[in-house]
């Protein structure tokens, strides 16, 4: 029972910051020629170093708009690419990468069967919960709770996340728009280099 009480609060944290603004994918679609140089004209990046926003979620998609603009969510690729924005504008840039499929990835054998582990089971004597919790056990999120699909997305691309947001959990210089919670935060500090290597390529082959 307490185990169900943790998660749920841990969802209503993540939905209490998620705005529940309704976005049109069609003026989206027409704010985002500029994006498209880096994350592609459909949202599926070709570099992994710029993330696949296709199919991640509305929700989740404008919160880290919102908060890339406000700063909350330092990015410097991103500089000056928002900061005139308005709220409605970034809804409508959100529902239409959010109307995207995403494209596949593929992970690597020899990394399959930890990060199968991590992701399934999570990490008991670390206190690591599983990935399955909030992302589904085949990587397509919880979109009305805010919780990105990840199935498909670059491997190296969610690794350098999880490091940030294991930076995060003691240094501001780390991701930290994860909310008071800090699920991703404390979920990340738990993992060995190695432990997000192979999460993140297992992930990535996720259909």
Same mark, same amino acid.
């Given at each position: ?14 939905? !209490?910051?998620?705005?529940? !603004? ?66 409605? #504008? ?5 529902? &239409? ?12 054998? #020899? ?35 805010? &919780?990105?699909?990840?199935?498909? !997305? ?34 990340? &500090? ?18």
């Amino acid at each position: 029972m307490k185990k169900v009480v943790i998660l749920a609060s841990l969802i209503l944290g993540w939905t !209490q910051v998620a705005s529940a !603004q309704t976005g049109d994918a069609a003026a989206g679609k027409d704010m985002t020629t500029m994006c498209a140089a880096c994350h592609g004209a459909d949202g599926n990046s070709a570099a992994a170093t710029f993330p696949k926003l296709a199919g991640l979620g509305e929700k989740y998609l404008l919160k880290q708009l919102k908060d890339i603009r406000d700063g909350a969510r330092p990015i410097p690729t991103m500089v000056g690419q928002v900061d005139d924005k308005s709220d409605q #504008e970034l809804a409508d840039i959100a529902a &239409f990468y959010a109307s995207q499929p995403r494209s596949g990835g593929q992970a690597d054998p #020899e990394l399959i069967a930890l990060g199968a582990k991590v992701y399934r089971s999570g990490v008991a004597e670390r206190n690591v919960a599983a990935c399955t919790a909030c992302h589904s056990p085949n990587g397509n999120g919880n979109a009305p709770a805010g &919780f990105p699909a990840l199935a498909g !997305q670059h491997a190296d691309y969610i690794a350098a996340q999880l490091k940030a947001y294991r930076l995060g959990y003691e240094d501001d210089s780390g991701r930290t728009n994860d909310g008071e919670t800090k699920i991703m935060r404390t979920t990340a &500090f738990g993992l060995s280099d190695k432990e997000i290597e192979a999460v993140s390529s297992y992930i990535s082959g996720l259909k």
